[in-house]
């Protein structure tokens, strides 16, 4: 079964800082890992899809890495802001045919102005 | 090209009656997942479906709780008898291809008196 885990749960920061956040996964047999971020009573917003062929992605200030051999993802975001406070999941894709996305705990990102 | 639709926002049921949550995919996506997430807790997968056909509902509570999506109009969770555990957050979200990007709803906040 594929339990997802992130470090992490919380963080507060200075704007202008650089910083990463962490997810694991148990089961390296993923489709695909995603990123995602949740601000207070909203949906979740799609940030960076990283397909299980690749080594990371990159949107922006934002960089996701990928290491399925380890169970690993990063994301790491530059330059922080004060809108880039919420609430930020990954999310993997596995089961029989990938339909399964296994969402952790998420980390909740404070930048302070 | 509009976002996944979800529909109402907020309901509010008392314990014993039925509550129904809709959810309209982006346009040209025919993989509909469900989740459900409660206070202070991660996105737990319910039920994953495509047009017509349940593929995955290995998530979903095996009474009370059914899903459809049907050939015309849009997704379906219908959760009859609520009781006050069923209160959290249900989130829709549309996929163009079995494991391709996800993209959420607003989602449904059920409160049940």
């Known amino acids: 079964k594929q339990e997802v885990t992130q470090i992490p749960a919380a963080l507060s920061v200075p704007e202008g800082e650089n910083l990463v956040l962490n997810c694991s996964f148990t089961?390296?047999?993923?489709?695909?890992l995603q990123w995602f971020r949740q601000d207070p009573g909203k949906g979740l917003t799609s940030l960076l899809l990283?397909?299980?062929?690749?080594r990371e992605q990159t949107s922006g200030r934002l960089n996701a890495s990928l290491d399925k051999s380890s169970g690993r993802s990063t994301l790491y975001i530059a330059a922080s802001q004060p809108g880039d406070s919420a609430t930020y999941l990954c999310a993997v894709a596995s089961g029989n045919y990938g339909q399964n996305f296994v969402f952790g705990p998420g980390t909740r990102l404070s930048v302070l102005p | 090209n509009a976002g996944v639709m979800q529909n109402p926002r907020h309901l509010v049921r008392r314990r014993g009656q039925e509550a129904r949550l809709r959810c309209s995919p982006m346009?040209?996506?025919?993989?509909v997942y469900w989740y459900r997430q409660l206070p202070e807790e991660g996105l737990k997968f319910m039920v994953y479906?495509?047009?017509?056909?349940?593929?995955?509902e290995s998530g979903m509570p095996k009474e009370r709780f059914s899903a459809e999506f049907p050939k015309e109009g849009p997704s379906i969770l219908r959760i009859q008898q609520v009781v006050r555990g069923d209160s959290a957050a249900y989130f829709c979200?549309?996929?163009?291809?079995?494991?391709?990007?996800?993209?959420f709803g607003e989602g449904s906040r059920l409160t049940v008196l």
């Open positions: 089961d390296s047999a993923i489709y695909n």
């Open positions: 346009k040209g996506h025919s993989h």
């Open positions: 990283i397909q299980s062929s690749q």
């Open positions: 479906l495509q047009k017509e056909n349940i593929i995955d």
């Open positions: 979200a549309s996929s163009p291809t079995q494991t391709g990007e996800l993209f």
